[in-house]
């Protein structure tokens, strides 16, 4: 009988933890990152206008969730069922709610958009834009909407009746699109005045840039499809900023002051709508002006200031104006070496520095009503950090959010409360209200979602950078079964490149899912933001000016060394993957440091800086004419005899970021030096591979280094 007991109870316990340890599979990490392991939050949330009323979304974005931030009692605002009926539309689901007013919402259903009366439950339409419309922008009392149609801007008015505020026959002519690539924080091309009188925009004239074919497999015979590809050193578009008058469908146009192919970045309107300010930043990115413009006429009016570096100046964000009855503006500037505040008059006179904080500034989220307090985002002290902070016009700043790790913060209209939902190390989310007092209430809190499932363990530690004295942050994953007694092999991701940053204080400290599935292997699955990574400041981040990869791949060897002075590590079993600018430092690293490294898969590869964009390559490395010994160095193509490990090339053949011609240009090297290589393409895939086939791409990546890492 005793016997019989003990054989059910280990029956027992063995099933027990078999249902306790669930495996993930290598899909599930790919694929299920943020839906199945996603952590529970207030989906949607968002501030009621001008109200301290608040709204998220419930049951598959199909009920909208109201409450009061007075006591924060929930009922239901509005659910799909009642308006479809009211509008007699087919919704799935309410994702992507605009607020009209405090009690109208904008709903859109395949290019048909309806304003819906809360109190009434009904609705009347407000436009309806072609199918092939894009960039689609409503000005703020969401009734009027400007859109491009391939490269021309439209205007839908009062009237309803389809304008053409502009209308190039030349394709190479492009209005009301993001310009530069999307760099300088850039990302879209429309922007309408405070009070809907006007509308600026972009317009790029790309008639001179080359075109890059790009095949299109789905034909027969295959296609060519050309894209306009601005290389290093070569001839780049041709920006101005138009504005359109409403009133009297008139347009005028602003040029760059200096050459034609200067960077016109960062539009913004004076909530008079008298004037715009353009930050104008010249080719070679180390001078930039913000400029005042009469938005009537498009006459010049002044320089409000001016920043100069030796190595680059990037400006990403416009004139924020936290008063809307004031021209006064704050600009953010890392010119003393971190981003911070500077409050200026609009004849350009300095009225106060706002913050002068040791740590990167990341954006402003708002301000209140009356203007008097701006609320922002900030590293604080740690760069693993990114916490919400305000400061008034005097420069008293104050610490929003109490805890550490990755916050995302929304103040309502004046202040009186804000909502925060952050994660970090030990909490996979968490939501909160504070009050003006910053006095905090929990209003949800996510159960981890990898209970149950084996999933080892994540440590962020720092080590000194090649130069010996600045800290860099690491994270080791290690399997769930961990055993300090045996020896591991280890992967290393890298990155490596600016506006980048892999390790950060929020659950799984920043990293990709399918890391852990690869340390349940029984890898090591090791990471090192070097310098020239995002969120440390100027000195850290501009080291690599016109040696791109040198100090970068110094960083990373220290990383090495830290790996090597660990006993469990087998440091005759490392293994590098990157992708993009971390495909730059995979091949980097296998051919300028071969004896490091026994396997390296390098997707989507810059080779070689001369054949990236103008935009992003020319800040860091100028031009092969200023640059040509930094460009020579930077090559991988003059490294390939030294290749000694295994080493996959992965592309997506439709790549328009990182076009293919890197690859196969160092594939053609590695022919020639007689060297053996692995390369995949993926057919039609831009500069990643996205959706299903990604399951397909990161199976090939993991089971190359572990065949080849034996």
């Not at 300090?484 to 929020?506: D, E, F």
């Not at 057919?683 to 080849?708: A, T």
């Amino acid at each position: 009988m005793n016997k019989r007991i003990l054989l059910l109870l280990s029956l027992f316990i063995t099933v027990l933890a078999t249902a306790q340890s669930k495996k993930i599979t290598l899909e599930e990490s790919v694929l299920q990152q943020n839906r199945l392991f996603r952590a529970d939050k207030l989906a949607g949330f968002q501030w009621i206008p001008n109200t301290n009323k608040y709204v998220y979304y419930t049951e598959n974005w199909t009920k909208i969730i109201s409450a009061n931030a007075v006591d924060n009692k929930t009922s239901e605002l509005v659910n799909l069922t009642d308006i479809n009926s009211a509008l007699n539309t087919k919704l799935k689901n309410l994702a992507g709610l605009t607020w009209i007013d405090f009690n109208t919402i904008l709903v859109t259903e395949n290019g048909k958009y309806f304003a819906y009366s809360l109190a009434s439950k009904s609705g009347k339409s407000v436009q309806e834009t072609p199918a092939t419309a894009e960039n689609i922008t409503f000005d703020k009392s969401n009734q009027n909407v400007a859109f491009t149609e391939k490269n021309n801007l439209y205007l839908l008015g009062k009237t309803k009746e389809k304008i053409a505020i502009t209308n190039n026959s030349n394709e190479g002519i492009v209005s009301g699109q993001s310009i530069a690539r999307n760099e300088f924080g850039i990302n879209n091309g429309i922007f309408w005045s405070p009070k809907s009188n006007f509308i600026a925009f972009y317009q790029k004239d790309q008639i001179e840039v080359a075109d890059y074919p790009l095949l299109d497999i789905t034909e027969t015979p295959g296609k060519l499809e050309s894209i306009k590809y601005p290389m290093i050193g070569q001839k780049s578009e041709k920006p101005r900023v138009g504005i359109y008058n409403i009133e009297n469908n008139t347009t005028v146009y602003i040029s760059p002051k200096g050459n034609q192919d200067d960077y016109l970045t960062n539009v913004s309107w004076t909530p008079d709508e008298k004037y715009i300010l353009i930050a104008e930043l010249n080719r070679g990115q180390n001078n930039m002006n913000l400029n005042l413009y009469n938005a009537k006429t498009g006459d010049f009016v002044r320089t409000l200031l001016n920043e100069k570096s030796s190595k680059w100046v990037e400006p990403e964000h416009d004139a924020y104006f936290p008063n809307s009855k004031l021209n006064n503006f704050v600009w953010i500037s890392e010119k003393d070496g971190f981003n911070n505040l500077y409050y200026y008059s609009i004849e350009g006179k300095i009225v106060k520095q706002l913050t002068a904080n040791k740590f990167p500034l990341r954006e402003i989220i708002s301000s209140n009503a009356a203007g008097s307090e701006i609320y922002f985002k900030a590293t604080g002290e740690n760069g693993t950090n990114m916490l919400a902070y305000k400061v008034d016009l005097k420069g008293k700043q104050t610490l929003i959010t109490k805890d550490l790790g990755v916050h995302n913060c929304v103040p309502n209209f004046d202040g009186s409360y804000f909502f925060d939902e952050y994660s970090n190390h030990t909490t996979p989310s968490k939501s909160l209200l504070y009050d003006k007092k910053l006095k905090a209430i929990t209003l949800l809190e996510s159960k981890n979602k990898y209970d149950g499932y084996e999933i080892g363990t994540s440590e962020v530690k720092t080590i000194k950078s090649a130069d010996g004295t600045t800290d860099l942050f690491t994270r080791l994953i290690k399997p769930s079964n961990f055993d300090a007694s045996k020896k591991y092999p280890v992967l290393v991701y890298v990155y490596g490149g600016p506006h980048a940053q892999l390790i950060t204080n929020s659950y799984l400290d920043g990293a990709n899912l399918w890391m852990h599935w690869m340390a349940e292997q029984g890898y090591l699955v090791f990471t090192v933001d070097n310098r020239g990574s995002d969120n440390r400041g100027v000195a850290f981040e501009s080291v690599i000016h016109g040696r791109l990869g040198v100090n970068e791949m110094d960083d990373q060897l220290k990383g090495v060394d830290y790996l090597k002075s660990l006993p469990y590590v087998d440091a005759n079993r490392l293994a590098v993957h990157g992708w993009s600018f971390g495909g730059f430092m995979t091949t980097s690293l296998m051919l300028r440091k071969p004896d490091t490294f026994k396997v390296g898969v390098a997707g989507g590869p810059v080779t070689d800086w001369k054949w990236y964009e103008i935009m992003y390559g020319e800040r860091y490395m100028d031009t092969p004419a200023e640059n040509q010994k930094g460009f020579d160095e930077a090559s991988t193509l003059n490294y390939v005899k030294n290749l000694k490990g295994k080493l996959l090339l992965i592309h997506g053949t439709s790549d328009d970021t990182v076009v293919m011609q890197h690859n196969f240009a160092l594939v053609k090297k590695f022919v020639e030096a007689e060297k053996q290589v692995d390369f995949f393409p993926y057919p039609m895939h831009k500069h990643n591979v996205q959706g299903k086939d990604r399951v397909h791409l990161m199976k090939k990546v993991l089971d190359y280094v572990i065949e080849n890492n034996k």
